[in-house]
């Protein structure tokens, strides 16, 4: 999409234009649920996670002042992704490795998230959360390396290494 449209989009949204926010949800959505579902592994969990998404994005559109919108929609969907795992963490505490070993489970079984699961959910559910989080950041949100060390507040090397490794482990345990 051009990026005037996009502007134009976002300041009818600014305004209140209810068409523009439909449009919004329009052009983010798709996009915005993969960067969910690659992270949780679950299609509910990820339609919840996009709900809350837009209607933060409806609270705080107001706040956006230029640049990257993609990056903005992002960093505002990781911080929900990550208040999603503070709040299991509470719920659950082995979440590590009890969360894993579930996951990998329930990836393993096409019945759990209505036949979505493939090899690649299996082995990102193997990921760290934070290594996972970067590839679909790059890949799903098609952020670049430089917004995504930005947004996370860490060198671009670092950013880059993990990425790199994450992949590396991906190709392994894909064979």
């Known amino acids: 999409m051009p990026q005037q449209d996009l502007e134009r ?5 600014k305004a209140g234009d209810e068409g523009c926010f439909s449009r919004l949800v329009d052009i983010y959505a798709k996009r915005c649920f993969g960067y969910f579902f690659r992270l949780t592994g679950n299609r509910e969990t990820s339609e919840d996670l996009l709900s809350e ?8 559109i107001g706040t956006y002042r230029g640049g990257s919108f993609d990056g903005w929609v992002f960093a505002m969907a990781s911080n929900i992704f990550y208040d999603h ?3 299991k963490q509470r719920r659950a505490k082995l ?3 009890q969360e894993r ?5 329930a990836a393993g079984s096409s019945e759990h998230d209505g036949g979505w699961t493939d090899e690649l959910q299996v082995a990102l559910g ?3 959360d934070d290594v996972r989080e970067l590839i679909m950041m790059r890949y799903y949100s098609q952020l670049s390396f430089k917004e ?4 996370r507040g860490e060198p671009i090397g670092t950013t880059l290494s993990k990425v790199h490794r994450g992949l ?5 345990m894909m064979g």
């Open 53 to 60: 998404l837009f209607v933060k994005l409806v609270e705080k």
């Open 126 to 128: 193997k990921l760290d």
């Open 85 to 87: 795992l503070r709040a």
């Open 148 to 151: 995504m060390s930005r947004l």
């Open 101 to 105: 070993r579930v996951r990998s489970q």
């Open 9 to 13: 989009i976002i300041k009818g949204c």
């Open 168 to 172: 590396n482990k991906l190709r392994e």
């Open 95 to 97: 979440m590590d490795e």
